[in-house]
């Protein structure tokens, strides 16, 4: 998550007061990232469990997040309300992902961004992540992907121009060594050939300068 966020923070200057959907948002970590750095923050995820879990969570914090149970193809709000929509490890279980592109682009006000990561698909893609990170190191839970939605950079791309995007950058994600605790420590890497992430901006409107 910290590596993201780093990445993140280099297209959004200042968070405050910046109106933010966090897309499957889990257990909440980075939805809480975004609200310590001011921003106003609504997490979304289609399990009641993790959505319980990150309330509590939140009132442990202090943080006012407004959390709610949806799913990707109604994500609810007003169109055009928001500055920010963030989609991190979730592209790739979307069962329409067309469908849920096309709502992230109607939420966003013009020129907003949408900032998300996913894995690329391809043979080496596959091994890494389900042959070695579930099945050999057990560093996933065994079944956690299917490579079937996995995306190839340019075909997400090619989707975000049809939904009326300009990808304004696409960074390649992965291993940068150990922490301290020997934990891996993720960050920006040369390739995108195993995970990528990336920033869009709604075009309507104009872009930002």
């Known amino acids: 998550m910290p590596a993201r966020l780093d990445y993140f923070d280099g297209f959004v200057s200042d968070w405050a007061g910046k109106s933010v959907i966090d897309v499957g948002c889990g257990g909440g970590f980075m939805?809480?990232?975004?609200a310590r750095r001011s921003a106003d923050v609504v997490g979304l995820d289609q399990s009641e469990g993790a959505i319980d879990a990150a309330r509590r969570h939140a009132l442990t914090t202090g943080l006012s997040i407004n959390y709610r149970v949806v799913v990707a193809k109604r994500l609810g709000f007003e169109d055009e309300s928001f500055d920010t929509v963030v989609c991190v490890d979730v592209l790739k279980h979307f069962?329409?992902?067309d469908c849920a592109i096309s709502e992230v682009a109607r939420k966003l006000r013009s020129g907003g961004l949408f900032l998300f990561d996913t894995i690329n698909r391809n043979r080496v893609a596959k091994f890494i992540v389900i042959t070695a990170a579930e099945r050999i190191v057990e560093l996933l839970p065994l079944g956690a992907h299917d490579p079937d939605p996995f995306i190839r950079p340019g075909e997400l791309r090619a989707k975000l121009n049809s939904f009326d995007f300009k990808v304004l950058d696409l960074a390649g994600l992965g291993p940068r060594g150990l922490s301290g605790q020997l934990d891996i420590k993720f960050g920006k890497v040369p390739s995108n050939l195993i995970q990528y992430m990336g920033v869009a901006?709604?075009?309507?409107?104009?872009l930002l300068q």
């Open 201 to 206: 901006q709604k075009l309507s409107g104009g």
């Open 31 to 34: 939805s809480e990232a975004l």
């Open 95 to 97: 069962v329409d992902l």
